[in-house]
């Protein structure tokens, strides 16, 4: 299995590779929504479209959506 999180993030797009980083610090879903002039439930979608790229990038079956 890779975990290469570093050459995952270079293929996100910037905005979602910044966004993807602050979250994964822990931060809470609000404060990355405030930060990036979004709705804590858009930062909640990206979230999960983050997991399905992480799984598809690991080599894992991603449901079709």
Same mark, same amino acid.
């Given at each position: 299995?890779?975990?290469?999180?570093?050459?995952?993030?270079?293929?996100?797009?910037?905005? *979602?590779?910044? *966004?993807?980083?602050?979250?994964?610090?822990?931060?809470?879903?609000? *404060?990355?929504?405030?930060?990036?002039?979004?709705?804590?439930?858009?930062?909640?979608?990206?979230?999960?479209?983050?997991?399905?790229?992480?799984?598809?990038?690991?080599?894992?079956?991603?449901?079709?959506?």
């Amino acid at each position: 299995m890779k975990i290469d999180f570093t050459e995952w993030l270079k293929t996100l797009p910037y905005r *979602i590779r910044r *966004i993807a980083k602050l979250l994964a610090t822990g931060e809470q879903t609000h *404060i990355v929504a405030e930060k990036f002039n979004l709705s804590a439930g858009r930062i909640s979608q990206i979230r999960k479209e983050l997991l399905e790229t992480w799984k598809g990038f690991q080599g894992e079956s991603v449901p079709a959506a």
